[in-house]
């Protein structure tokens, strides 16, 4: 009932591409939705983020769209770029508690 | 643009000694926490801190890991008796409510 399940696991793009990564999550208690971007080395670093009382939510290149009814949200990264290679993490909480749980990693690749 | 600074970036220990393992977070931020990030998996939450006390905690946080905020400054994790396989990447974050701010983390090897 905690976990988020991602999927893909790794994904290669050509320059200019779609990249979309998705997730799905079974606690319907779960309020909170952010995607993380993550450079070795580096701390998870927040990309972008939704509510469930939304079914889109766009800044810049990136949206997520949400699909509450089949617990389903996912990360779309439009006009992909060499410098968006990176381990990219889909996460929920719920309300009013602090423990965020992660899924699994999607490692991308966008070729030049 | 504030960060969450951590030390030391790497770390090495043996088989059973103590480690502490430090991060000073964002000066205004009142929730604080402790991921873990086995080499190649998905991050795990280990615990969160506030009000100066633990507020949730997983399964992971067993009774060898503590955490402790000793100044107005400091965030620490402490794992009394280390293990081989509490060799991962550990990473502080904080938040003022829900966006976390990550650390960019401490490389803890056990040997």
């Known amino acids: 009932q905690q976990q988020v399940k991602q999927s893909p696991q790794s994904l290669i793009v050509q320059k200019g591409g779609i990249s979309i990564i998705n997730c799905a999550y079974e606690n319907t208690a779960f309020d909170y939705f952010p995607w993380y971007q993550q450079f070795p080395g580096k701390g998870p670093a927040l990309l972008i983020a939704?509510?469930?009382?939304?079914s889109e939510k766009k800044e810049g290149r990136f949206t997520i769209s949400f699909n509450k009814s089949a617990k389903q949200f996912s990360l779309h990264i439009m006009d992909s770029q060499p410098g968006d290679s990176a381990t990219y993490f889909c996460a929920a909480r719920v309300l009013r508690r602090n423990d965020m749980r992660f899924g699994a990693g999607t490692r991308l690749t966008v070729k030049p | 643009e504030p960060e969450v600074t951590q030390t030391p970036s790497h770390q090495v220990t043996q088989m059973g000694q103590e480690v502490i393992l430090r991060c000073v977070p964002i000066?205004?931020?009142?929730?604080f926490y402790w991921y873990r990030q086995i080499l190649g998996q998905k991050v795990e939450f280990l615990v969160s801190?506030?009000?100066?006390?633990?507020?949730?905690k997983s399964e992971i946080f067993d009774d060898q890991f503590s955490v402790e905020r000793p100044d107005g400054s400091n965030f620490t994790l402490k794992i009394r008796s280390t293990k081989l396989e509490d060799s991962a990447m550990y990473f502080c974050?904080?938040?003022?409510?829900?966006?976390?701010?990550f650390g960019s983390g401490t490389r803890l090897t056990v040997v």
């Open positions: 974050a904080s938040s003022e409510e829900r966006e976390n701010t």
């Open positions: 000066s205004n931020h009142l929730y």
């Open positions: 939704i509510r469930p009382d939304v």
């Open positions: 801190f506030y009000n100066n006390e633990i507020s949730e």
